[in-house]
């Protein structure tokens, strides 16, 4: 009779836990990646050739033409129709913070978490400079599920991200007390 007692206990804690987060989605992973001239982000499946040639990709910029942001998330109890991901990139050129807003509708492909995409190439890749933050966000029409962002994301205030950064010979000297 004890027995039966806690395995039932068990079960009304894992049913109430699973029916409170119905409406849930999440970003678990976002994986910014260089494209080389091919439009590749690796030469084999294999993770550590993956990095191996990121790292190369890295040191040699003349052979990047682009720039891809993978996103794994996952999300239940959403109306599908409504859903998208949003990724928020700022790159840097000279002196000038430049960003960049997509959004993307969504679907689920997988089983337990889904991936996409966001790429940016050519002109626009030209255009943008070196990636120095980024933030992803999930949202099911106008409310926003989930956020991950780099750690440098918050440094910046996104008013700022379209102007061009001060330089240190542009501020006025500080002045003597």
């Given amino acids: 009779m004890r027995r039966f007692a806690v395995i039932f206990a068990v079960l009304c804690f894992l049913l109430s836990n699973a029916a409170s987060r119905a409406d ?10 260089f494209l080389d001239l091919k ?5 084999s499946p294999s993770l550590y050739e993956r990095d191996a040639y990121q790292f ?6 003349d052979e ?17 129709k409504k859903l998208k991901l949003r990724a928020e990139l700022r790159g840097v050129v000279t002196n000038s913070i430049h960003a960049i807003v997509r959004d993307e509708p969504v679907s689920k492909t997988g089983w337990f978490t ?14 943008f400079g070196t990636l120095t933050a980024w933030r ?5 029409g106008d409310r ?5 962002q780099s750690f440098l994301w918050s440094g910046v205030p996104t008013a700022l ?17």
Avoid: M
């Fill in 24 to 33: 849930e989605g999440k970003i678990c992973k976002v994986l910014p990646q």
């Fill in 39 to 43: 439009g590749r982000q690796s030469l």
């Fill in 56 to 61: 190369y990709l890295f040191k040699h910029p």
């Fill in 64 to 80: 990047r033409t682009g720039l891809r942001l993978q996103v794994q998330w996952k999300a239940k109890g959403v109306d599908w």
């Fill in 114 to 127: 889904s991936w996409a995409e966001f790429n940016i190439t050519g002109n626009e890749f030209k255009h």
């Fill in 136 to 140: 992803v966000t999930l949202w099911e």
């Fill in 144 to 148: 926003q599920l989930s956020e991950l």
């Fill in 161 to 177: 991200a379209s102007e061009p950064a001060k330089t240190p010979a542009s501020s006025p000297p500080p002045q003597p007390h």
